[in-house]
């Protein structure tokens, strides 16, 4: 009764004296639990639409897989906001949505790829093609494609991470293939004949590209379901922020910060445009990266104003994070929920340039101003409202909440004060 | 005017009678210049310093903040691979925004020029690797070639004596005017600063690494024993003809990439200060300051990284290592070419990527100043296990046994107007970043800029215990012949030679906990 009376004042945007530190934190770890969820769902989803294309590999079924997972980023981008802070998260994040990616560790790539032997010694290692290799000196049998071969032996082979080799975006590059068209209009385009049978195999290793297109996607599912339990009642995820709410609170808007300027604004939308390079594109194969930006961004509101809108309509709401500032400083509450609103809108504009035919990759090219403005601006909102985060952090009277350990020459109760 | 992209000018102080007498009390004022915006210590703040920093002699328990070796700028302990890459504790997001494109330009494949993103080209026309981020594997130690695979993430820096008709340097002038008898030494005429075993399209590549390892029993004490592997260094298929019996090789791994920011911001009178080229007081360690010449502030300053700690600044060694290990010019080293020398004709003429960029050098001022603030804020993970009695007696004999003459335990920065992530900790890098005499064993025998060819610069420990979960190997020192802590102990020589042979005979249960206590770093 308490929790829903909380969530309508919240909606009227009263004064949110009654709002405790711990129902906000309990709304967060129902968001999770309900966004993690929903990653599961559709990334079952996806496995079944995976399993239905290898069974029977067509134009269409393929396309059915490629659409089960976009459908599948809708969800997954929206927790990203739980990085930065959760350290189960921290800690696992990698094995679901590492990028960039050397593709050709997992499979054939165009001749243009380069790298055949420097550098990244596994760049053009194609594991599909390859049931016996060195690695570091050792003989790796890969006559049978495991999970373990996956998640042990390939992922960050010779510690370089962009050998990647789970993940969604392993299995993007296995839907699509390789996006050839630079800046220039168009996606990956693999033939569904790259997972036939018999003489219609195209780029041949067709049994075994479809094995590792199945043990990626089991490993994903496998792990989405970790993560989903972490954030159950009783999960892990919840119980170790419940047991601190301050620091919880300090994890969720640490979350948000880290979120929305170094990573979004920072490496996955500024750097590109500073080198022009659609090799920076989060969602290279599929061309994909304005719905994955979309997303992250909307993340960050649902955290913020303690809602989230699931894939199947369903909401989960209650005291947010927006209405314990606004109890303490309304005007900041107020400025951060617009420019929220703001950086949302300025992402949702990069999809409808999309939409209008200017895909991500040719919004970077040195010779296209207009998209080049498109992505900055929308890194500039992330960045506005990055500061008012700090503000709220202020606000909420919490130590400097990127500082994970506490003790410091500065400390209040250091030495050298 | 030749290229020399790897180093300032090499010479040599190693006749080792006449030393730079180098002090906090003697020292020219330069050299305690700060490249750093610096708010300056007050009388009181030294002496709360002086306080904090003495060493313990309790060691019964941990001592205060020592869980933080950075600091506030340290980071919790990740259990994977992660754990060097986290940035500094206390960045502000607006900041960690430039850490995070950072990091991608130092994961960054450049290929070489022409190419359409013009921004990326450049890469060599020799080069080591493609990108900073292969050597620095997971931002760790690098280590030397397994098996057949080539050395990546290791190189031989070379250089031969100094004609007698090559023209004075800057800082050998200034060496000579303080006292040095310096023996002078130049890169190669041909394969300049350093060997390369990578080459672009139509240029010969320098050489292939080759090592060869003889094993050396050691015993020690209550029947233990333990094996050193000793490395012979060959440069095979050379590309441009014999090096010459008056080369001078040294192997070098990459070394690992925290922390770099707060040895930055250490006083340079508080290094300085430590120093005791002459072993005034008689304790067999001669600690002596690397003294080079700084590109960027053109004035002799303070050696402070690299594995002689002949780059003063992390933008001079990130620049330097761009140039020799990448072959990307920038505004510090302009020439497009790399290591490449006039007698390297096709090297000279390839293609380059000084295109693209404001500056038009192949990485311009921007992009070196956000690896710059990278490598800064690198974080130092906390340390685990510290109230473990194992850890604390470790620590204990690690103090006792004198390790800690050149290890230093504790410092604090300078205060910083501009880098809050630096500004005023308490740190715990275990190094006095002065040179020391580590014996023949260990000795490379090419001088770089004041370090002779048996001196190297004590290596920081923060972190050691990490180094098999980062980089899924455990090799360590500045060619990663030690396959373990215990062997990294064995091989020190010279100036610890004393401190290596109360390690062999200490009880093996104080050994161990040595080793525990290396390892909860």
Not at chain 2, 438 to 455: K, T, V, Y
């Given at each position: 009764m308490k929790l829903s009376l909380i969530a309508i004042a919240s909606l009227f945007a009263m004064p949110a004296w009654a709002v405790e530190k711990s129902d906000v934190v309990t709304t967060y770890a129902n968001i999770a639990a309900a966004a993690y969820a929903d990653s599961l769902i559709t990334a079952k989803t996806l496995q079944s639409a995976i399993d239905t294309f290898l069974a029977a590999p067509s134009d269409t079924t393929l396309a059915t897989a490629r659409t089960a997972w976009i459908a599948a980023r809708v969800p997954y981008m929206q927790t990203e906001v739980y990085r930065f802070g959760n350290p189960i998260v921290d800690d696992w994040e990698g094995r679901v949505n590492a990028w960039p990616l050397d593709e050709g560790l997992i499979d054939y790539v165009d001749a243009s790829y380069g790298g055949a032997t420097d550098d990244n010694a596994y760049a053009v290692l194609n594991v599909i093609a390859n049931p016996s290799f060195e690695l570091s000196g050792r003989t790796i049998d890969a006559g049978t494609i495991t999970p373990a071969l996956l998640s042990d032996t390939l992922q960050e082979a010779d510690g370089a991470e962009s050998n990647v080799a789970t993940g969604y975006h392993a299995i993007e590059f296995l839907l699509w293939g390789q996006d050839l068209n630079g800046t220039g209009p168009g996606a990956g385009n693999r033939p569904f004949t790259d997972y036939a049978s018999g003489d219609a195999c195209t780029n041949s290793n067709c049994d075994r590209r479809a094995v590792y297109l199945r043990v990626a996607t089991r490993l994903l599912v496998d792990d989405l379901t970790y993560m989903a339990g972490a954030w159950a009642t009783d999960g892990v995820g919840r119980t170790t922020l419940l047991a601190d709410p301050d620091a919880a609170i300090g994890a969720m808007l640490t979350g948000l910060g880290s979120l929305s300027y170094g990573e979004l604004a920072g490496q996955r939308m500024k750097l590109g445009v500073l080198l022009h390079d659609p090799e920076e594109e989060h969602d290279c194969f599929s061309d994909n990266t304005h719905q994955s930006h979309y997303y992250d961004g909307l993340g960050v509101q649902n955290v913020w104003l303690g809602r989230y809108e699931g894939v199947d309509g369903s909401s989960v709401s209650g005291p947010s994070l927006a209405d314990l500032v606004a109890a303490l400083d309304p005007d900041t509450a107020a400025q951060l929920t617009t420019e929220i609103a703001a950086s949302v809108a300025d992402l949702d504009a990069i999809r409808d340039a999309v939409a209008g035919g200017m895909a991500y990759d040719m919004m970077l090219a040195s010779d296209n101003p207009d998209g080049n403005a498109l992505i900055l601006t929308a890194v500039d909102a992330l960045v506005a409202q990055t500061r008012s985060i700090e503000r709220a952090v202020t606000a909420l009277q919490l130590a400097d909440v990127t500082l994970e350990g506490s003790d410091s020459l500065d400390a209040p109760t250091a030495v050298f004060q | 005017m030749q290229n020399i992209p790897c180093r300032p000018i090499v010479l040599s102080a190693a006749l080792g009678i006449a030393v730079l007498a180098l002090s906090g009390q003697t020292a020219p004022a330069d050299l305690t210049t700060a490249h750093l915006s610096v708010t300056p210590r007050t009388a009181d703040e030294a002496a709360r310093i002086a306080a904090v920093t003495a060493p313990t002699t309790d060691f019964s328990k941990p001592e205060p903040f020592e869980t933080n070796p950075g600091g506030a700028a340290s980071v919790r302990a990740r259990g994977n691979a992660d754990a060097f890459s986290q940035p500094s504790g206390n960045i502000s997001f607006e900041r960690e925004l430039d850490f995070k494109v950072g990091d991608g330009l130092f994961r960054k494949i450049w290929v070489a020029a022409p190419a359409s993103t013009l921004v990326s080209d450049g890469l060599g026309p020799l080069f080591n690797a493609r990108s900073c981020q292969s050597c620095h594997i997971k931002d760790g130690r690098g280590h030397p070639p397994v098996g057949d695979e080539h050395a990546v993430s290791m190189f031989l820096r070379v250089s031969v004596p100094a004609t007698s008709d090559a023209p004075i340097a800057q800082i050998e002038q200034y060496l000579a005017d303080h006292g040095d008898p310096a023996t002078r030494t130049s890169p190669h005429p041909v394969y300049g600063g350093q060997l390369q075993d990578f080459s672009t399209p139509g240029v010969a590549a320098e050489y292939r690494l080759q090592i060869d390892y003889t094993e050396q029993p050691v015993t020690l004490s209550g029947g233990e024993t333990a094996s050193l592997r000793v490395p012979t260094y060959t440069a095979a298929d050379l590309g441009y003809g014999p090096l010459g019996d008056d080369t001078m090789l040294s192997p070098r791994v990459a070394p690992p990439m925290i922390g770099l920011g707060l040895i930055e911001a250490l006083p340079a009178a508080d290094i300085l200060a430590l120093a005791d080229p002459t072993d005034a007081n008689g304790d067999g360690i001669s600690g002596r300051a690397q003294i080079v010449w700084s590109r960027e502030d053109d004035r002799p300053m303070l050696g402070r990284f690299g594995l002689k700690a002949g780059a003063p600044s992390i933008r001079e060694q990130s620049a330097a290592a761009f140039a020799g290990d990448i072959g990307i010019s920038s505004p510090l080293f302009s020439d497009a070419s790399g290591d490449c020398t006039a007698q390297q004709p096709a090297c000279i003429a390839a293609p380059n990527g000084n295109t693209g960029t404001a500056d038009m050098t192949e990485v311009g001022a921007d992009s070196l100043d956000l690896v710059t603030f990278y490598a800064r804020n690198l974080a130092v993970p906390e340390r685990r296990g510290v109230e473990d009695t194992t850890v604390l007696r470790g620590k204990q004999i690690?103090?006792?046994?004198?390790?800690?003459?050149?290890?230093?335990?504790?410092?604090?920065?300078?205060?910083?107007?501009?880098?809050?992530?630096?500004?005023?900790?308490?740190?715990?890098?275990?190094?006095?970043?002065?040179?020391?005499?580590?014996?023949?064993?260990?000795?490379?025998?090419?001088?770089?800029?004041?370090?002779?060819?048996?001196?190297?610069?004590?290596?920081?420990?923060?972190?050691?215990?990490?180094?098999?979960?980062?980089s899924g190997h455990a090799t360590f020192l500045h060619d990663g012949r030690a396959r373990s802590l215990l062997e990294a102990v064995l091989w020190h020589g010279g100036e610890a030679q004393a401190q290596r042979d109360a390690v062999v005979a200490m009880p093996p249960a104080d050994r161990a906990a040595l080793i525990a206590f290396l390892e909860s770093l």
């Open positions: - | 690690f103090y006792e046994t004198g390790c800690t003459a050149c290890h230093t335990p504790k410092f604090v920065t300078d205060r910083l107007t501009d880098q809050p992530e630096q500004s005023f900790q308490l740190i715990w890098p275990y190094t006095d970043v002065l040179l020391h005499d580590m014996g023949p064993g260990l000795a490379d025998n090419r001088p770089e800029s004041g370090a002779s060819g048996q001196e190297w610069r004590t290596a920081p420990l923060w972190g050691i215990g990490l180094t098999e979960q980062v």
